[in-house]
């Protein structure tokens, strides 16, 4: 099973759980930030699985960013955004054709709204099939770090969308 873990990421917490989730998969499991993530990149995959932040209580709008740019000279850990938002890259990622697909958000525990089921939204509406339901992964704080315990978790959910195709058959 060919896999990517795509993601947006901007104090690196989304990064690692990316990369976390992609050991769980297995060695031939490929991670990219969204601009890696290009249509040839992703032709031939038999699963998707994408992440990003919950900022704003959702998936991380333009504007979001842009405000984000603004203050970034204020801001104690300036963060990177280098790389287009995960809004950006589902408008431009290809038809699914029935292809898995995971989601996958980093947040503070209490933050209400989901970047994940939104993400997991759009690509079932671009013709991928759901494998699993959207994941949150907690960060300690607005910049982090992670939760103990989450990389682990990571690893085991990577593992288990294996499972998932295996079981649907892919």
């Given at each position: 099973?060919?896999?990517?873990?795509?993601?947006?990421?901007?104090?690196?917490?989304?990064?690692?759980?990316?990369?976390?989730?992609?050991?769980?998969?297995?060695?031939?499991?490929?991670?990219?930030?969204?601009?890696?993530?290009?249509?040839?990149?992703?032709?031939?995959?038999?699963?998707?699985?994408?992440?990003?932040?919950?900022?704003?209580?959702?998936?991380?709008?333009?504007?979001?960013?842009?405000?984000?740019?603004?203050?970034?000279?204020?801001?104690?850990?300036?963060?990177?955004?280098?790389?287009?938002?995960?809004?950006?890259?589902?408008?431009?990622?290809?038809?699914?054709?029935?292809?898995?697909a995971?989601?996958?958000?980093?947040?503070?525990?209490?933050?209400?709204?989901?970047?994940?089921?939104?993400?997991?939204?759009?690509l079932?509406?671009?013709?991928?099939?759901?494998?699993?339901?959207?994941?949150?992964?907690?960060?300690?704080?607005?910049?982090?770090?992670?939760?103990?315990?989450?990389?682990?978790?990571?690893?085991?959910?990577?593992?288990?969308?294996?499972?998932q195709?295996?079981?649907?058959?892919?």
């Open positions: 099973m060919k896999a990517i873990v795509v993601y947006e990421s901007h104090w690196g917490n989304t990064a690692a759980i990316a990369r976390a989730v992609a050991e769980g998969i297995g060695p031939d499991a490929a991670v990219l930030a969204t601009d890696e993530a290009t249509p040839a990149a992703i032709a031939d995959v038999d699963l998707i699985v994408a992440g990003s932040p919950l900022l704003g209580f959702n998936l991380p709008t333009e504007a979001m960013l842009h405000g984000l740019a603004n203050n970034a000279a204020k801001d104690p850990t300036p963060p990177d955004l280098s790389h287009p938002s995960m809004r950006a890259w589902l408008e431009a990622t290809p038809q699914g054709d029935g292809r898995g995971a989601a996958f958000e980093t947040r503070i525990w209490w933050s209400p709204g989901s970047a994940a089921k939104a993400i997991l939204k759009r079932e509406a671009l013709g991928y099939r759901p494998v699993d339901k959207a994941e949150r992964f907690i960060v300690e704080g607005k910049y982090g770090p992670l939760r103990e315990g989450e990389l682990e978790r990571a690893r085991a959910w990577g593992a288990e969308l294996v499972q195709m295996a079981g649907a058959g892919r």
